[in-house]
Every structure is written in C-alpha cells, then in structure tokens.
C-alpha cells in the first residue's frame, strides 16, 4: 500500500516545500560520491548524522538538525520526498510559509528526541527527513481527515490505485510505525519506528493550535473534514481531438 497523490490542491504555491525537496535532493547528489567508499560514508554519517549516544553522551545536538537532511539511499530520498510533495503542501497552504518551515524542522527535530529516548546509547547513525514529515502527516491528518489520498496496491503482480480517505490511510500507517517499533530493536539499526512515531505525534500537538484557531470542531462541521478546494479529478477520459484515418 503506497500513497502516490492526494485529491487536494492547494490555494497558494507550496515555496518552502518544493524549497525543502530541492535542498534534500541537491545535499543528497554532494555526498553521493561517498557511497563507492564505505569508510568515508560512515565517517561522513558520524559527523552529521544523528547518533543518539553522541547527544546522550557528549552532548552533541547538531545531529537533531542535519539528520534529517540526510538519506542512505536512492529509494529512501525517493520514497521521504513523495510523501513531503504528496502532504507538505497543505500544510503550508494553511499555516503560512514561514510557520510552516518552523512546523517542519520542530516536527523533525522531535521525532530525532523520540528515537533517542527509545535507545539513548546506540552508537547508530540515523538519516533521513521521515521524522520531520511524519509530522506534515500528522497535522495533515487533523486538518484534512476526509481528503481523498491515492493508493497503489500491490499483490503479487496486480497492481491497482485506489482513493481512500486520508485518515484511514495515515491512522494505519501510525499504527504500523507503532507495532514495529515494539517489535525492534533502535540498537540494531533499520527504520527508526519510533522517530516517525514521535514526528506523527508532534505533528498534531503543534497543528492544533492552527485546528483551533480555524475553528476547532466547527471547522470540522464546516468543511465535513474535506479540503477547502474542488478536489481534482484524475479519471482518465478519451480525448476530444477527432482520430484523423489514413486514405488507402
């Protein structure tokens, strides 16, 4: 099940998101070069990266901030950066841009103190933006409940895209974060469950205030938890242009 696009437009242009994807994309292409030398990688990742042991015990705290600029792969910038592109963009339509950009980096921030809580002496390093966007999805999920979100499905070899609401796509993807998070271990490395988890969270506790200021449950009543604009229609149709036949 992956989300490939929302049926949610924004009402003005998302600069700090397609600012944040830009700037993900470009310090990923800098340090590319590292991955042919599995030394310099690690050593770049111990000097930026986020290294719970590091802020626990020696009380470095840079790492809060420019893990999650980072990424260790390809599919793993890919994969954070559709979810930012997919999300970002309402958020910041309806806190503003500035507001927003501050909402991204604590959101970010708060899912790198939630892994360390979960494992305070890994000498792991984490990268990635999921943390800080986990956040986008968590606000997104108290202004938007109803907002159609596109999924492809995947079994075997059938594939289909579906819309369903985005409360059920992103209430399952928190309750998955979860159950994995209880069932691993931060010390061994893989996804950091807890960070997105704890970004998730964050992310609702600082759109509240927006959600209130809106309205609260009104604007709830109000918009039936839908998006504020005509949601777009992606249904493929035949086109209009008349088919031209060859004279034999």
């Known amino acids: 099940m992956f989300p490939i696009r929302d049926h949610n437009p924004s009402g003005r242009t998302p600069y700090v998101t397609y600012g944040l994807i830009a700037l993900n994309v470009v310090i990923f292409a800098a340090y590319w070069p590292l991955f042919a030398n599995e030394r310099a990688l690690n050593l770049f990742f111990y000097d930026w990266a986020m290294i719970p042991a590091k802020v626990t015990q020696l009380g470095d705290f840079t790492g809060l901030l420019t893990s999650m600029f980072l990424h260790g792969g390809v599919l793993h910038l890919a994969g954070n950066m559709l979810f930012l592109w997919i999300f970002g963009d309402n958020m910041e339509d309806r806190m503003g841009h500035l507001p927003y950009l501050a ?3 604590a959101t970010g921030v ?7 809580l979960g494992s ?3 000498m792991v390093p984490t990268v990635g933006a999921s943390g800080a966007i986990a956040g986008v999805m968590g606000g997104y999920l108290l ?3 109803r907002a159609r979100v596109d999924i492809l499905l995947f ?3 059938f594939f289909r895209i579906i819309p369903i609401p985005a409360a059920i796509m992103l209430v399952l993807w928190f309750a998955l974060q979860v159950v994995a998070g209880l069932g691993s271990d931060p010390d061994m490395g893989g996804v950091a469950y807890w960070a997105h988890a704890g ?3 964050a992310g609702l506790a600082l759109t509240l205030p927006v959600f209130l200021r809106l309205g609260g449950p009104r604007f709830w009543r109000e918009t039936h938890g839908s998006p504020p604009h005509p949601a777009p229609d992606y249904r493929f ?8 036949r060859k004279r034999r």
């Open 155 to 157: 079994f075997l070899v």
């Open 120 to 122: 305070p002496g890994s």
């Open 143 to 145: 202004l938007f409940p």
């Open 110 to 116: 708060a899912a790198g103190l939630a892994h360390i």
């Open 199 to 201: 970004g998730f969270v």
């Open 103 to 105: 909402f991204y980096l």
């Open 237 to 244: 149709r035949p086109s209009s242009i008349p088919t031209v």
